[in-house]
């Protein structure tokens, strides 16, 4: 038996998990299992959730039923509706449960489902000012769409104020292009953004018309679900 092989064992009595594809011991999912075609990065409690197959690509729609919606002349597309299926608790889990691996598989499916890019940068909506995450779920989503499609991911928007999250506060529908900001040079570019949620979409038309002073052409936004 290799010095590996024990280690994996010892760590499977430590810690009593196995990767849920190929049952290695001590970890909830390997590396390989991660990045395999599946993408198969499951929950805690599957069962609970109902994803059929227990894999990610069960929560999207059927080839074709991408949700659109025009938001003041800025395109929208969603993969989900917010309110279908096991699409909300997984929302919850991404962002509020810290199951930040969730992320970029997710965001690799939405790229596959959405099918073609036209844009050449993704722009995530920037976490909240004074957010304690430690990660911003939309660059999370972000970072799987640019995986997939090759594309480069600028972390460049900031807010200019604290607004709080959209669960407490109707506040966001207030928004103007001055609560965003720009910390990279986007002039000329063909910038597409994303986020997790649209909900009345004025955040996602707030911070493309920034990013259009700022000299780009928005083709348009992406988000996982819109409620």
Known sequence: MNIR??????????FPVSCPVCGKPGVKI????RTSQYD????DDTKALDIPSQ???ALFPRAG???TRDINGLTVYSAAKYSEGSIKEIIYRLKYEGMRELGRPLGRYMAEFFGECQADILIPVPLHLFSTRGYNQSKELAEGMCDF??????DAALWTRDVPRRATSNT???LTYEDFRLTRDIYGKRIALVDDVCTSGNTLYCLAETCRREGAEVICAYTLASV
């Open 5 to 14: 092989r024990l280690k994996e064992i010892l760590l499977h009595f430590i």
């Open 30 to 33: 390997c590396p390989l299992c």
């Open 40 to 43: 198969a990065v499951l929950l």
């Open 172 to 174: 966001r529908d207030d």
């Open 55 to 57: 894999k990610l690509p």
């Open 65 to 67: 039923e991408v949700i």
């Open 149 to 154: 499609w090759g594309v480069e991911l600028l």
